[in-house]
């Protein structure tokens, strides 16, 4: 048989979790988590998104989920890499349901549609040494979200987009299959053509964006991705290279 990266999923659904990543951790916590299995639940009562953020998303509305990777053993140096994949497959599976839309990812862990969120990824590592030995992969997508609150404003889903309603199980098996297949290829595939799969889709890349770093307000331009995951931008014609937290977006300049 041909090698896959996962040979199989095992479904685990719930009405109602905590959080899936945090479910996901306790059952590699307790031995009792297989590579493959993938947590799903029709609402989370604390969702969690990056920097403690919560994710907001009705009950049954929306695709959220975590597969977990189990002793993968891969190098430290591609966690990024895995980020980036799960990214483009997420931006390959909205191409199919929204085909005229302008669909970006925006770094490090969002994906937009009309400069509004629709997705967001939240990757968790287990690391020995210089190995990756688990990874839990959570999702959040917004599927049948007909309303927002008012604090959401740059926040859409498939509905709101389309007017249409859409099946959630048939999405995570999309992409859960999009995620396996890239994942399959990733040991093949050169890292540049990763990256550049990502930046070609890169919010904001050469162009000229508002930033906030300690609570100061400055502008640059995205110039890309380096090989650890930093943001590159050109501030004031000086390259900066920039962690995951230590700037954000400012406020309303997406």
């Not at 002793?71 to 390959?92: C, E, K, R």
């Not at 992409?175 to 050169?190: G, Q, R, V």
């Amino acid at each position: 048989m041909a090698y896959k990266f996962f040979e199989n999923f095992t479904i685990h659904k719930f009405n109602e979790l905590d959080s899936t990543n945090s479910f996901a951790n306790q059952l590699l916590k307790s031995d009792k988590a297989n590579h493959g299995d993938v947590i799903i639940a029709g609402f989370q009562s604390g969702g969690r998104g990056q920097s403690q953020n919560t994710w907001y998303s009705g009950k049954d509305k929306n695709m959220l989920l975590s597969v977990i990777c189990k002793d993968i053993n891969i190098n430290v140096t591609s966690l990024f890499y895995i980020n980036m994949i799960v990214s483009i497959a997420l931006y390959d599976i909205l191409k199919i349901y929204l085909k005229n839309e302008k669909i970006e990812i925006k770094w490090p862990n969002d994906i937009l549609v009309n400069e509004s969120k629709i997705a967001g990824i939240l990757i968790e590592s287990n690391i020995s040494g210089e190995k990756i030995k688990n990874l839990i992969i959570g999702i959040g997508l917004n599927v049948n979200e007909e309303e927002f609150p008012y604090y959401l404003n740059n926040t859409c889903s498939l509905f709101t987009l389309s007017k249409n309603y859409f099946n959630i199980d048939e999405i995570a098996a999309l992409f859960l299959d999009t995620f396996n297949i890239s994942m399959t290829k990733y040991k093949d595939l050169e890292k540049k053509e990763i990256k550049d799969n990502y930046e070609s889709h890169l919010y904001g890349i050469n162009i000229k964006k508002y930033f906030r770093r300690n609570g100061n307000k400055f502008s640059g331009i995205i110039k890309g991705i380096n090989n650890s995951g930093q943001l590159i931008v050109d501030v004031n014609n000086e390259i900066i290279n920039f962690n995951n937290k230590e700037i954000e977006f400012e406020r309303g300049s997406n």
